[in-house]
């Protein structure tokens, strides 16, 4: 291990990328520590104590939202947008040609779109943001310079998080908006701990046990279906040009059981937290009918039932969502064809392309239901033990494993091209 890490720093490029991420993490972590004015901070603690839906918000947010800063909405206006713009390439064919057709050009044009529809999302976040702090009087009473103060400085925020994100992602060693998020939690665990040890009581010795066997049963798992895939075997034509032979050789083709990564886990984040923040919002309108829907709404989300189904279904559909987008059966098909290259078995194009799609589908749903397990295992354990600590953290050790394997895999790509390049 610790060979493979003086390799690392042995090569300049990849050690420069390595200290650039670095240093745009900890310019996150500074600017989320950099509170709004007007915030009664003694109010704001109490308010995060055992609230689960700001502590998986605050998570979302990469831990700008507990200390209510300059960057409280973190990451989740982009991510949200994101959303939205990749349904669109499902629904609207002209986006989904920008997306997948256009190259280089139009994928840069999809990106400044979504870059776009962030602002105003960030702004009514922002808004929902101020109404439910207000009503918990951790803001005072604010006039409309210091409301709409605060809003312009969330959206800049915000566009701050998704520029450092995007400058992340350019050197290849992994997802920026991710980065974040791993950043945000990472930075939580001290005070988790901490917590944990002042609440320590003796006699649930063994509860604490079981909430240890269940942290490690979800890495184990995390890594398990991040690492696992399907081999499907491909053989080459011989074919003669002039004097010499080409092909006839055998490979495979890897499927991977979870296509989409960390991605459906925040996407379905994203929409969990969504209904109850558009609720605590209405909750401050005058219709008592609006206030009462707004009531059921948020009484519903802090039913444990209910919430642990739908983080489980909202997992379950965004892996499949996902996985439609990155995953094309046809352009492989067409691919394979134009290489010369077949599956066994199975005639080219079409044939070939239905045959992907179905085994892509089946390998998806068990990768699926096994990634909605392990979302809501902790919710599972918290319910049991009645221990609130950890119950945000599924979402947390999800984000965590799969944001170091991946980053892993991404650093010993680059190593691997480097070995290519001297040899």
Do not use: C
Not at 301 to 326: D, E, P, R, S
């Amino acid at each position: 291990m610790l060979d493979k890490i003086k390799q690392i720093f042995k090569v300049r490029e990849l050690r420069n990328k390595i200290l650039f991420i670095v240093a745009i993490l900890v310019v996150f972590r500074v600017a989320a520590n950099i509170p709004l004015p007007w915030v009664n901070t003694e109010q704001l603690k109490q308010l995060f104590e055992g609230n689960q839906f700001l502590g998986l918000l605050n998570i979302f947010s990469g831990g700008g939202l507990s200390n209510i800063s300059i960057v409280l909405l973190g990451v989740g206006p982009y991510i949200t947008s994101s959303i939205i713009m990749q349904l669109l390439t499902m629904i609207v064919p002209r986006v989904e040609q920008l997306y997948k057709e256009e190259g280089e050009a139009g994928r840069q044009k999809f990106n400044m779109i979504t870059r776009w529809i962030t602002v105003p999302l960030a702004g009514l976040q922002t808004s929902a943001m101020i109404a439910l702090l207000k009503s918990q009087n951790v803001f005072g009473q604010l006039d409309a310079f210091q409301t709409t103060s605060i809003i312009i400085i969330a959206i800049a925020g915000t566009v701050f998080l998704m520029w450092l994100g995007e400058l992340i992602t350019e050197k290849g060693i992994g997802n920026g908006v991710s980065f974040l998020i791993f950043a945000g939690i990472v930075a939580s665990l001290p005070s988790l701990v901490s917590q944990l040890l002042l609440t320590f009581d003796s006699t649930q010795l063994f509860t604490y046990i079981l909430l240890l066997a269940a942290s490690l049963v979800t890495v184990a798992g995390v890594v398990m279906i991040t690492e696992g895939q399907r081999n499907i075997p491909v053989s080459y034509a011989k074919r003669i040009r002039g004097s010499k032979t080409y092909g006839g050789s055998s490979t495979h083709l890897p499927l991977r059981v979870n296509q989409a990564g960390v991605i459906p886990i925040i996407f379905a984040i994203s929409i969990m937290l969504f209904p109850s923040m558009l609720a605590n919002f209405l909750v401050q309108v005058d219709n008592e009918t609006v206030v009462s829907f707004a009531n059921f709404v948020n009484n519903l989300f802090q039913n444990q039932l209910f919430y642990g189904a739908m983080y489980f279904v909202l997992v379950v559909l965004f892996t499949y969502f996902y996985t439609a987008v990155v995953f094309d059966p046809n352009k492989i098909s067409e691919n394979l064809q134009k290489q010369g290259g077949y599956i066994p078995g199975i005639r080219p194009g079409k044939p070939t392309s239905e045959f992907l799609y179905k085994i892509m589908n089946r390998i998806t749903l068990a990768g699926s239901m096994f990634l909605g397990t392990i979302a809501v295992l902790p919710l599972i354990v918290q319910g049991l033990s009645g221990v609130s600590t950890f119950t945000i953290g599924g979402t947390s050790i999800l984000i965590v494993v799969s944001v170091v394997i991946e980053t892993i895999k991404q650093i010993e790509g680059q190593m691997v091209m480097r070995d290519y390049e001297g040899f």
